[in-house]
Structure formats: C-alpha cells, structure tokens
C-alpha cells in the first residue's frame, strides 16, 4: 500500500506541475500516464474499502445499528460506481438496518443509493420502481437533492435509450425533477449547475451546457468525479457543435479524472475512443476502447458493455484492417528495394568495368605505388636484420651460459679425481654474478640501439612523479627490462623469469606494481609498449 501511495503521489505531482500546459498533445500524455498507473490507484481504493469491511466485520453493533447503518453507506458509497455487485450488496444491507432503526429519512436515503446503483446498472425498470417508492419529503434537503439528481437521470437515460416515441415523455420528466432541484436547491452548489447543464444537454441547449460546464471547471472545489462528470458533458456537447478537437480535451479530461476517482462506470473513454475512431486515429481509439471494456467488466454494467459491444468490432476490425494494409506497404517496399539491389548490382558491374578502363590511365600513379612498395620492402628487410640480430644475440648468450655448464661439468670430473687446485683456479675465474651483468649490459645496449627511445615512451605513461630517470643512459633497469622483453614479444612470465633470473611470482609483482602506477588501464598500457617504434 505504501509503494502504491507514492507512486500515485508521483503521477499526480509530476501531472500538476504541468497543469498549465493545456495542449491537446498535454493531455495524451497525461491520460497514458495515468492509465500506467491505474492498477496502483485501484489498489489505494481497494486498501481503503478493506479498512471499512474490517470495521464492519470486527465491530458489534448491538445497540449501535445507526453506527452500523453509516458505515454501510460508506461502503455503498465506495463501491458506488467501482463494483455494482458489492455496491448493491452493501445498499441492501443499509437498506434493511434502516428498516430495522424504523427511521423513515434513513430508509429514504438507502432506497435513493440503490437507485443509483440499479441505473448505473442499466436496470432503467427497476430504477424508476425503487423512485416511485421514496418519499422526497422524508429526506433532508441535500439527500432530497441527490434523490432528484437520480430521479432526473433516471429520466433522462430513458429518454436517450428507447424508442423516440416516449422520448418526450420520459424527457419531460427529467425536466420536472430538475426543476425541483431548482426550487429547492442551492444555487451555487454541484448539483445544481450540474442539473441545468444536463437539463440543456438533454433539450440540445449545447450552447447553454457549455456555460454552465465552463462555469463548473473554473471552481476549485470540485472533486475529481465532479470534475470528471463535467468534462464528460462538455466534450459531449462540443461532439454536437463539431467542435473535435474542444471535444478531445475534454473526454481526456474527463478520462483521467475517472481514473484519479476510480470510477469504472464511466462513459468518457467510450466516447472518446469513437471520436478518435471516426477521425482515423486507430491506434489510440483501440486503446480508449479496450480500457472503457475492462471499466464496464470490473464494474458489471450490463448496458455499458451492450455499447461498448456495437463499436468495438469496428475499431477492431479497422486496426486489422490497418495492419494488413502496412503487411501490403511493407511487402511492396521489399519488392522495390530487391529491384533496387538488384540494379545497384547491375550499376557496380558498369561502374568496375568503368573503373578498369581507368586504371589504364594510371600509369604513373601505378609506379608511385610500386616504388613505395619497393621502399617497405627495404624496411621489411631491415626489420628482418634487426630480428636476426636480437635472434642472434640471444643464441650466443644462451650458447656461453651453456658453456660455463661444460665447465661445471669438468669441475666435478676434477673432484672426482681429486685435482683441487686445479678446480679451486677455475672456480675462481668465473663469476657466474658478473657474467649476467654483462649479458644484461649488452642486451641493454642492443635493445636501446633497436629501441632508442623506449625509455622516454615508457616514462610517458606515467606521471612525472613516478617516472624513472637514470645518471647512465645506456642501460636498463629490472622494471624497464621486463617491458622490453615484452616488447621483443617475450610475453610468458616463466620465459622473462628464466632470462633475468627471478621467480614466477615476483615478475608477476613487478609487472601488477609498475601497471598500477600508470595512468593508462592495463589493457592500454599494454599496447602502448607494443607500439613503441623502433629505429
């Protein structure tokens, strides 16, 4: 319940912030909005209907039953135009702990709801029964005012309902009861206005219901219901004066307003969906016409759906029909574009045939290019020369180490026969430590002679703080080392390990230490070594 009050607090104060964008294209918007977040408004509505079955279930009302006969009609009230069979249930059950107070207003007061409930229904016979059985004059004025409001409806559906034979009749008397609101109402009160817009709405007064709607929507007061109702009217009348574009505002309007009240009984999406229908706008028509069809089923409105019924298949069929025509356009587009391909084809053929006649007029274009072809042959070479001499240093370096492994051989042939002085001076004249030295010295001369500026590339991966800078630039160090094997494609850490004489794990340490310091990400800085040039 709470995720469903802020998302409804969101929709309606992100709508309100732009309330005084009144465009129709505004509108659209708004109702996709709000219709996005219908479920959640139903929900806060159905949280609110539990608190008061709760109330209801859990309370004792022995000699309470007014108490009990209130909450009822709140109830009924909830579900007055949300669900008709738990409305009409909740009526019933008010109707009969008012017969059971003995309170004569009180039973004219539920007879009134449930009529309004059996004509939101569609139970127009059944409506005026239930009229015919209340006394007005039982009732307060504002409940003896919402009596003739249902009475005037009653009236006036019928009269828009059947044959126009009794059309006259029934309209006759919807003006009658709207007089008496005018007698006995307040003036300045909603149902008042509302009356005498219905009375004009209903007489094809369209001019005087816009007065009297447009003076309703410039009150502050209005609930979204009465705002909703209003609208609804409006848009209707404007429908009448071919005023289209007036008259989908207003639908809109009313619309969302439904939605912010949860009203499921409702007639504007209807309309505006056949509106829009008949204007040729398919795609939202299917939309206004499939939410009006899921309002009249949740409700139960047998005669909402019965309309419904008679311009759905229409809008339906017509998007079918929209869509088969696309299907057509479509199928129609791939036929033109193969034929296009298709010559697109035939014109490369010409224009490579075209472009081999040129190619005859090149000539010296052609020998540009194959004396430039000529010159990267020569640097190929070179490269070459240089891979044979970094190959060949290598070889010869690997070449000594093994023979220092001969000596160490005949040295232990030496102990074995026992010759210790001779062992002890060919001991001394090799210095294992001092022999890598200089392996590492002239692969450090060699390398920066293939690579002479491998040092300041290398330092321009880092920041100045963590450069390396050297008195002697003629060699390298351990870090610089790794980098330049890896440069010559020495990439395998046991393979650096076994040339600069290290463990697996710490090659592994200075290469993550001297990456972490560069300003580049591992991968970056990887290819930045790699593209470092040679000579």
Known sequence: MHRSFILIIFVLVSLNSFSQKDSLAFQFAAANRYLEAK???????????????????????????????????????????????????????ALKVAYDLKDASSIAAAKTNLSLILLLRGLYKETIDSIQTIDPLL????????????????????????????APKYREKGDFYVQKIVEQGDANSFEYQLALALKSQNNNANYEVRKYCTGLLSRKDLSAHQAAITNCILGISYLKLQEKEKARYHLLKATVDDIKSTTKETLAAKVLAELLFYDG?????????????????????????????????????????????????ISTISIIVSLLAFLLILFSFIIYRQVKEVKRARKEILESNRNLLQLNEMLRELSKIKEEYVGYYFNFSS???????????????????????????????????????????DFD???????????????????????????????????????????????????????????????????????????????????????????
Not at 40 to 65: G, M, W
Not at 300 to 309: T, V
Not at 513 to 518: E, T, Y
């Open 39 to 93: 479920d959640s408004i139903d929900q806060v509505k159905k949280n609110r209907i539990a608190l008061l079955t709760d109330s209801l279930k859990h309370s004792n009302f022995e000699n309470r039953e007014s108490e009990e006969y209130n909450l009822l009609v709140k109830l009924t009230k909830e579900y007055e135009y949300f669900v008709y069979d738990s409305a009409f249930q909740y009526g019933n059950l």
């Open 445 to 535: 001369r060699i390398f920066l002679k293939l690579f002479p500026d491998f040092v300041n590339s290398f330092n321009l991966l880092f920041e100045e703080k963590d450069r390396i800078v050297f008195k002697d630039t003629a060699c390298l160090n351990t870090d610089l080392r790794i980098f330049a094997l890896i440069r010559l494609g020495v990439n395998d850490n046991e393979k650096i390990a076994g040339i600069l004489n290290f463990s697996v794990n710490t090659i592994y340490t200075y290469k993550t230490k001297i990456r972490n310091r560069s300003s580049y990400p591992n991968e970056v800085f990887d290819e930045k070594i790699m593209a470092i040039k040679s000579v």
């Open 399 to 441: 070449q000594f180490i093994e023979k220092l492994d001969g000596m160490k051989k005949a040295i232990a042939r030496q102990l074995i026969t026992k010759q210790y002085d001779a062992i002890e001076q060919e001991l001394k004249k090799y210095n294992a430590k001092k022999e890598r030295e200089n392996l590492f010295e």
């Open 281 to 329: 706008d398919l795609e939202k028509a299917n939309r206004f016409i499939s939410e009006a069809q899921k309002d009249a089923v949740f409700y139960g409105s047998n005669a909402r759906q019965l309309e419904i019924s008679f311009i759905r298949p229409n809008i339906e069929a017509a998007v079918l029909s929209k869509v088969e025509k696309e299907k057509k356009i």
């Open 139 to 166: 009732l307060e004025p504002k409940k003896r005012v919402e009596f003739y409001s249902v009475a005037y409806r009653a009236y006036y559906d019928l009269s828009n309902s059947r044959w126009g034979y009794y």
